[in-house]
């Protein structure tokens, strides 16, 4: 499988913007579909965004929409998730995943990263 390892979690004010990376390893991610979801205290794991082998498909939760932006560099095998305009609702561990089904990706079986903190402060 391919190792994933996120970066660039913190601590931001309402309204600020953070950029987080997911680095991969041992495989080329160009071989799959690459996704970012969260998971708050308490709460289960949740779809955030996700982007086909090729970037010709994108999705967003709705809560995220017109906010956050994933992208995929394949050349330097990382995926990017811009978010701006955080809530502290937006405060979870992020994860990145990777699968070789842009429809199946969020499944335990799916390559996950360890995660990385961001917490939004009002």
């Known amino acids: 499988q391919v190792r994933l390892v996120e970066s660039g979690g913190g601590l931001v004010q309402a309204g600020g913007s953070l950029s987080l990376s997911c680095v991969a390893s041992?495989?080329?991610?160009?071989?799959?579909?690459m996704g970012w979801f969260r998971q708050a205290p308490g709460k289960e794991r949740e779809f955030v965004a996700r982007i086909s082998r090729s970037a010709g498909s994108i999705d967003y939760a709705d809560s995220v929409k017109g906010r956050f932006t994933i992208s995929r560099d394949n050349a330097k095998n990382t995926v990017n998730l811009q978010m701006n305009n955080l809530k502290p609702e937006d405060t979870a561990v992020y994860f990145c995943?990777?699968?070789?089904?842009?429809?199946?990706?969020?499944?335990?079986?799916?390559?996950w990263g360890q995660g990385t903190q961001v917490t939004v402060s009002s």
């Open positions: 995943a990777a699968s070789s089904s842009y429809t199946t990706l969020g499944d335990d079986s799916n390559s």
């Open positions: 041992g495989r080329t991610i160009r071989n799959y579909a």
